[in-house]
């Protein structure tokens, strides 16, 4: 099965050009005005051009747009649920071509093949159950071992122009091939494959202007280091980041894809970059010829790149002449020091200047680029007589880059000098890394990977992660030291020599292209639709649980009608609740696609506003003397039991943090069909519409302290809303436990689309009721 690689049919992985460019033009009439790359392959999948942008107002930053995605990429973790929801709107297949990526789930102990052997039985019921929906719908199936998610996306299905989203947040990682992936929740990647309009704030755009040339040890890696510095983890939010300028041009396009990945970690929406002559190379030593035939004539046609004049909202010069290798870190990714200052610093703050391990790959740095220029490393440190002085472990991005490197000789470098060569997936990147002899105890690794948020990579709050380059890691592996500067500093040798590394010397792309690997993990190239596929689901299951449709508010069971039926107030939540607080993360992470036993963590860190504790609910049916409280997953559970559909109270911007689903879906589960909120985290807001649940904003919000556990609350002029009136305000009746009784206003933001899903019970339904 080891094969190199052949020219791939391009029919179902081409953007469609001459649509876009339609639409382009379109565009163009509407606006008058020099676009911005993004802009012109955002705004070329619109659904109706004229009715997102044709009001006259102000665009970025404010207008929302309907967008017609071109692909969908989910990873093993974020799929369950997703498919879940999918399954739920009864369709036959996927509106848009979508692939399932199996990476996440692998843990990292001994060694690639073991390891992997060993995922395929604890995590067999979960990858039974996405092949066989995979199957069934004409979804592409990326078995265990075939990779990392945005690695294989880059290699197989990123084009120019392209827009797609993923249910991952480093999906942006595809904008090395000039394209916009966004990372999303499962219920927007849904909505791209039941063909519902995808709706997005349009992003402001930052533009990023490269000048000079990257030279010695500084990398890609090292500008997106550099400019999380610059940025912050939150510069990015509700921004595009799009680069432009001479200094694009010299880098590889797996570079760009670095820069593009971690553009996440200063909270970019996507990052992108103009066409360029390495994308096509790449798309060509992938097999892709016949994609860079059709990029190079959208490219003439001025699609694959900013219009001269183009305004961004803000502007960053770098000059790449001036980067040096930087270290960002610990604990968060914005933390940038230039290598030189590095042991300075590691000094001020009193820590140990030692490393525990050093570890490279990952989705972010295993190109073949990446993993030439540390193999360069590897064999000068062999000749010089070296060995890695700790721990020293690469993940590479897939199975193509793995065997690729076996055949390049340089899996054999690295194991020389005794690096481990860990499975095509995320391991330790993601927390999947079996550490126990550093349980507890502070310590330092470094990584070429994104993300070093506390516990990240071993669980362990006390192990600092410090992020640099492919490079930079494996230079450090030998020193054993973080103050180790390799422009600068020596290793001794046994000898008493002393060794200074050379800058590395890597290769963009393999001469004699890149090796298939393993075939037998790869999908069938568009994948035939089987309706009869039987999906697997174990009904005593504990990860997986088929998603029941929730039933519809309204008809003959409500004497209310097309009002909400009488709801009961569960509780007021106090102050900051994000989508954490409502479902929480880590060890629930096994119950994603489990909807009953997940829901056993809602709302478990949220205050609630009458007593200031967490996690704690009354219930006066049960109990009418108040003293008895009980977890909010209980009380909520309880309702259910009763069939009494409740309501929420909270304060300002609930929901903020994440597109997570679960946030709207658990409540939902246990009966919750109204929330008035001082204000909505907007993602979490169109999430909680949905799946059927009511979003309202108090008028004024001073009502909010006003209703309380055990008020019955009851809308008035719902009906009008459902029935075609629509009106910006809902009153609500609220009746206290001891008879009191008085109104209040709130407004909603529901579409004429959005009632319709509430009137069905969930956007799903409707979209099953109307097929
Ligand atoms: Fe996986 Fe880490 Fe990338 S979790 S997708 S390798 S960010």
Known sequence: THTSLPEKDCSSITPPYHELLDKLARVRQILDRPLSLAEKILYSHLIDPERSLGGGGRIRGEAYLQLKPDRVAMQDASAQMALLQFMSAGLDASAVPASIHCDHLIQAATGADADLQKSLVTNKEVFDFLESAAKKYGIEFWRPGSGIIHQIVLENYAAPGMLMLGTDSHTPNAGGLGMLAIGVGGADAVDAMTGTPWELKAPQLTGVHLTGKLNGWATPKDLILHLAGKLTVRGGTGRILEYFGPGVEDQSCTGLATIANMGAEVGATTSTFPYTSHM???????????????????????????????????????????????????????????????????????????????????????????????????????????????????????????????????????????????????????????????????????????????????????????????????????????????????????????????????????????????????????????????????????????????????????????????????????????????????????????????????????????????????????????????????????????????????????????AREHAALQPRFYGCALIIARSFARIHETNLKKQGVLPLWFADKADYSRIGTGDVVETLGLSDLLNDSPHGQVTIRVVKPNGEEFTIATQHTMSADQLKWLKAGSALNHIRDST
């Open 280 to 658: 096509r190379s790449y798309l060509k030593a992938t097999g892709r010829s016949g994609v860079a035939a059709a990029a190079d004539m959208a490219a003439g046609h001025g699609f694959l790149s900013a219009d001269k004049g183009t305004e961004y909202d803000e502007v960053i010069e770098i000059n790449l002449s001036e980067l040096e290798p930087t270290v960002n870190g610990p604990f968060t990714p914005d933390l940038a020091t230039p290598v030189s200052r590095f042991g300075e610093f590691i000094e001020s703050q009193g820590w140990k200047d030692e490393i525990s391990s050093a570890l490279i790959g990952s989705c972010t740095n295993s190109s073949y680029e990446d993993m030439t220029s540390v193999a360069d490393l590897a064999r000068q440190a062999k000749e010089a007589g070296l060995t890695a002085k700790v721990q020293f472990l690469c993940t590479p991005g897939s199975e193509q880059i793995r065997a690729t490197m076996e055949r390049d000789q340089v899996t054999e470098a690295l194991e020389d000098v005794g690096a481990t060569v860990l499975a095509n997936a995320c391991g330790p990147c993601i927390g999947q890394w079996k550490r126990d002899e550093k349980k507890g105890e502070e310590n330092a690794i470094v990584t070429s990977f994104n993300r070093n948020f506390k516990s990240r990579n071993d669980g362990n709050n006390k192990t600092m992660n410090f992020l640099a380059s492919p490079t930079i890691v494996t230079a450090m592996a030998f020193s054993g030291k973080l103050s180790f500067n390799p422009m600068t500093d020596s290793i001794p040798l046994p000898s008493g020599e002393m060794f200074k590394f050379s800058p590395p010397q890597g290769y963009k792309l393999p001469s004699e292209g890149f090796a298939a690997g393993d075939t037998s993990f790869y999908p069938s190239p568009s994948p035939a639709i089987s309706p009869e596929t039987q999906i697997v689901i174990n009904p005593t299951s504990e990860r997986l649980e088929l998603l029941e449709p929730f039933g519809s508010h309204f008809g003959s069971h409500n004497p209310r009608g097309d009002e909400l039926p009488s709801l009961k107030v569960l509780m007021r939540v106090r102050g900051k609740c994000t989508t954490d607080h409502i479902s929480a993360a880590g060890p629930w992470l096994k119950y994603k696609g489990h909807l009953t036993n997940i829901s056993e963590n809602l709302l478990i860190t949220a205050t609630n506003d009458e007593n200031g504790e967490m996690n704690v609910a009354l219930d006066p049916e049960h109990d009418s003397t108040q003293t008895e409280s009980d977890t909010i997953p209980s009380v909520a559970k309880r309702l259910k039991a009763r069939n009494q559909p409740w309501a929420l109270i909270v304060d300002d911007n609930y929901g903020e943090g994440s």
